[in-house]
């Protein structure tokens, strides 16, 4: 074509229109393209080929492409052209449409920059550190090249600004799993967990995406002084869902109601006539409370305390006081335990009265005494 021909194609265009064009060839900074309809040559810099940083053309375009791009400059005897620019304004009204109904939409992490993530949706969309997981992340560097699902929290056009959140879309999942799960539960449920907190009232245990307590009562059958003595973070546990407060998300549960209670056995563990060694523990009127297993504790009858009358328990026993007792009577459905410790008290050497002496010895003396009154006749 001659340069006065190539001049009356060129003067044809004006800066902003658009074009179709067919990729010719691809160099290392920049792309030639074929105009559509047209003779003239095309020319994309590198830097109007992606809205994001490419250290090569081919990373954008391929030979034989077809594409749309924008008139940037009109030269003698070609048009400087722009896909950035129409891939850019066609993106920002599909992304503004995603902004505004809250779509979560699937993208590739193209780049990983100090502070965040980069994903080229046709305009680049930055992801803030804190906004790519609920959890702190170290490293993002395996993040390259992975697809994550994300929602734009920010959009500003005239600014070039578009903020992407993948915390968002999990926190949404989180609270539709949670909300599923709290529709799903009932009082009387056993259900596995794990122990997630632990405080001086109980633990936290998630059961799934929610978490529910395990009151400091609820932990054992066993009187438990600090919950990190029966269970620690991290714990698998089976827990019986004792109640649900959907409106306040509040879930209160047991793992002592999973366990077998200390009187499930209590027939073959204290059989009645077996001897046992336990605790007092309580004191009363009428007798003494003996722990014999952790959680079961029998009654020593007042008569039972003891082979001699007593007038109160106190007079030969002490809270904490370790004894030896023996099972009288053992009922599993009522949970009572009659036992006695008499029989094992320490029998006290009988007085020794006159009328006990045998009486050849008192006959002896009495010789012996009349001998001594005669002597002293003489």
């Given amino acids: 074509m001659s340069e006065e021909m190539n001049q009356i194609e060129v003067s044809n265009f004006q800066i902003g229109d658009r074009v179709k064009a067919r990729v010719t060839k691809v160099e290392e900074k920049q792309v030639i393209v074929d105009i559509e309809n047209n003779k003239l040559d095309g020319i994309i810099p590198i830097s109007e080929l992606s809205s994001l940083h490419i250290e090569k053309a081919e990373d954008a375009v391929k030979e034989d492409e077809e594409l749309e791009l924008e008139v940037l400059k009109v030269e003698e005897e070609a048009l400087i052209l722009s896909k950035r620019k129409v891939d850019a304004e066609k993106a920002w009204d599909v992304l503004f449409e995603k902004y505004e109904s809250g779509e979560v939409f699937e993208a590739e992490v193209k780049d990983v920059v100090k502070g965040g993530l980069v994903v080229d949706l046709g305009v680049r969309g930055f992801v803030p550190a804190s906004l790519v997981e609920t959890h702190f992340v170290e490293d993002f560097s395996d993040y390259k090249g992975k697809n994550l699902t994300f929602k734009i929290v920010e959009f500003d056009k005239e600014k070039n600004r578009l903020i992407l959140s993948h915390r968002a879309v999990v926190e949404q999942e989180q609270n539709m799993k949670k909300k599923n799960l709290l529709e799903s539960l009932e009082a009387g449920q056993v259900v596995d967990g794990a122990v997630q907190r632990i405080t001086d009232f109980g633990a936290f245990v998630d059961i799934g995406g929610i978490d529910g307590l395990v009151h400091i009562s609820q932990l054992s059958h066993q009187h438990v002084e600090k919950p990190s003595d029966v269970v620690q973070e991290g714990q698998k546990v089976q827990v019986k869902i004792l109640s649900v407060d959907r409106d306040n998300e509040r879930i209160s549960l047991s793992i002592k109601e999973t366990l077998p209670?200390?009187?499930?056995?209590?027939?073959?563990?204290?059989?009645?006539?077996?001897?046992?060694?336990?605790?007092?523990?309580?004191?009363?009127?009428?007798?003494?409370?003996?722990?014999?297993?952790?959680?079961?504790?029998?009654?020593?009858?007042?008569?039972?305390?003891?082979?001699?009358?007593?007038?109160?328990?106190?007079?030969?026993?002490?809270?904490?006081q370790s004894v030896k007792v023996k099972v009288l009577d053992v009922n599993k459905v009522d949970q009572r335990l009659s036992l006695s410790m008499k029989e094992f008290e320490a029998k006290e050497e009988p007085e020794v009265t006159e009328y006990d002496i045998p009486e050849e010895s008192k006959g002896f003396q009495l010789g012996e005494m009349i001998g001594d009154k005669l002597k002293n006749l003489k």
């Fill in 261 to 320: 209670g200390p009187w499930s056995d209590i027939e073959e563990k204290a059989p009645k006539g077996s001897t046992l060694e336990g605790v007092v523990r309580r004191l009363v009127a009428y007798g003494a409370f003996v722990e014999v297993f952790p959680g079961v504790e029998g009654l020593v009858h007042i008569s039972q305390i003891s082979n001699r009358h007593i007038g109160t328990p106190h007079e030969v026993l002490e809270e904490g």
